[in-house]
Structures are given as C-alpha cells and as structure tokens.
C-alpha cells in the first residue's frame, strides 16, 4: 500500500503531539517539518466528511469537555488549512468536547501539506485505528475499506496498521453478522467475544441467542455452549431425517432400459453383471452414447 506523500509525516506529527503535553512541544522543530501550533476558533473547523467513526459514548465526551474545561487541552487537534477555514485530520472527540463545553478556540497542529480525497480517507481510518477510539463493526468496516481501496492483503493490512493478521480477518468476519447483531455490538449490549461466537448461524438463530445473552447476562463462554447445542443438535436432527429417495420414481424406466440385473437404492443404482461378456457389452453401449 502506497500512502499519499505527506500522509506519514501528519501521522507521526499526531503521534507525537498524542506522547507529550502541549507544552513540551517544540513548535520551531514542527514549523521546520511545514507545521506549526496555534490557537484556531472551533467554528472554522470543518469534521473530515470520511470519519469512520460513527458512534461517540455521550458521557465520555461529557467528561473530556468537563476535563478540558478545567485542566485545558493537553493534546491539540491536528488541521489542514482551507480557503474557507480548516479541515479537521485528527481529534474528533476532542472537537466534540470544545463544542460542548462552549469553548470557542482549540490548539491545533497546523500541517502544511495537500490532501486529496484519498488520503484524506486513509488518514482518517488509520488514526482511528491507532488510537484504538473505534468499536468493533467501525473497525471492521475500517480495514474492508482500507482493503478495497488499495488491493491490498490481510497480510498487508497487518504490516501497515500493526495489528495481527488473525486479529484483521476476525474482526472483519463480524460483518457476516446480520444487523441487529452488529447493532447490539455497537450499543455495547454484547461483547465482540459474545459476537463472533455467532458467526455462521443464520439470522434468526443470531438474534434468539442475542437476546437470551442480554435478558439471561449470559458469559461469553455460556454463548459458546448455548451455540455448540445448538449446533450438535441440529446436525441430529438432519441426520436422523431419512434421505429422500430420488431413483424411485424411475423403477419403471429402469426396468425396461436396463438389461441387466440391477437394485434401486435411494440415490443410485446397483447393476449385477453375470460375466465379462455382459461388462464389455455394457462398456460398449455407454461409448456408443458419446
């Protein structure tokens, strides 16, 4: 995966704005790499429009814009400059919090560099990735999107956002899942242990087990063993039913057509040849049919 120019060197100015305070920040050093820190009005800031992250815990923000209130921000937000005011690349939720704590400017990295639509994409699901801020169905719908767009592997996806490949594929199978599932996930009813326990069964088997995990407060491993009766005793079940008898219908036919000694059974026929006389005549029918 070939990222945007530029792309790399935003990334590690957020990492490093997310490891020291706002203080311990050499603003020269970052004006030098075309960036720079300063305090921007909130209303000039415009979300990035490709967020992956769709559901933001309510009281959590309340708390960081109670914190920020107090103690002011520690880790400023990361802009691009616009002609209409700025693009926000990085700190979602700290946005969120200045807003509803009615503050009206923020710290902000400005980063001096040109971001297509593409990249602007990639930035905003590899940040969300890295701070671990997504839940579940958003990170899955992160790495299929990251996959798709560049024709990329699982393997690869591994080596670009550090996560283990086993952890890509199985986060990626929770959207296998029928909606109501991953709605449950997302409201932080079920956990993603309880989700991907379900994977395979249908739809509405999913929501009969959901809905016993909720109302019963079921652990993830008595998930696991309401799925494994579930599915041992439908494998009984269809394994007791006899098999239906498709040759049957055409005892007739055979009879006639058959010139030799044969037995129906449900899904095939039995011939019985007398001697080698029979065999190679029957050899030789079945090639004149070709």
């Known amino acids: 995966m070939a990222l945007g120019r530029g792309l790399g060197e935003i990334l590690s100015e957020v990492e490093e704005a997310y490891e020291k305070d706002l203080s311990d920040i050499d603003s020269f050093e970052l004006e030098s ?4 820190v300063e ?8 979300p990035n429009p490709f967020q992956p992250r769709k559901h933001f815990d ?7 814009s109670e914190s920020i209130a107090r103690y002011g921000l520690l880790q400023p937000i990361v802009v691009i400059e616009k002609q209409d005011g700025y693009l926000l690349i990085a700190g979602e939720r700290r946005l969120r919090a200045h807003k509803l704590a009615k503050i009206s400017s923020i710290k902000a990295i400005i980063a001096d560099v040109d971001i297509d639509e593409i990249r602007l994409r990639e ?34 996806l591994s ?12 986060t990626m199978r929770l ?11 997302i409201e932080g009813k079920i956990s993603q242990g309880h989700a991907k326990v379900l994977v395979g069964l249908d739809e509405a088997k999913q929501k009969v087990v959901i809905n016993s995990v909720i109302g019963q407060k079921l ?8 799925v494994k ?27 006639e057509k058959i010139p030799y000694k044969h037995k129906l059974k449900s899904k095939s026929i039995e011939i019985y040849f007398e001697n080698e006389k029979e065999i190679e005549a029957f050899l030789k029918a079945i090639e004149n049919l070709h």
């Open 229 to 255: 009766n579930y599915k041992e005793s439908k494998s009984t079940t269809q394994s007791s039913q006899p098999s239906k008898n498709i040759v049957s219908p055409y005892a007739e036919e055979c009879k």
């Open 159 to 170: 080596s670009i956002v550090h996560k283990s490949r086993s952890q890509i594929t199985n």
């Open 33 to 36: 790499q075309g960036a720079k």
């Open 39 to 46: 305090d921007i009005l909130v209303e000039s800031i415009t």
């Open 219 to 226: 652990s993830v491993r008595d998930t696991e063993n309401m």
């Open 58 to 64: 309510e009281q959590a923000l309340k708390e960081l």
């Open 175 to 185: 959207l296998s899942l029928s909606p109501y599932v991953q709605e449950k996930l």
């Open 123 to 156: 930035l905003a699901l590899l940040e969300n990735i890295q701070r671990e801020n997504l839940n579940a169905i958003e990170l899955a719908n992160s790495y299929a999107e990251l996959i798709d767009v560049h024709k990329i592997t699982h393997d690869e």
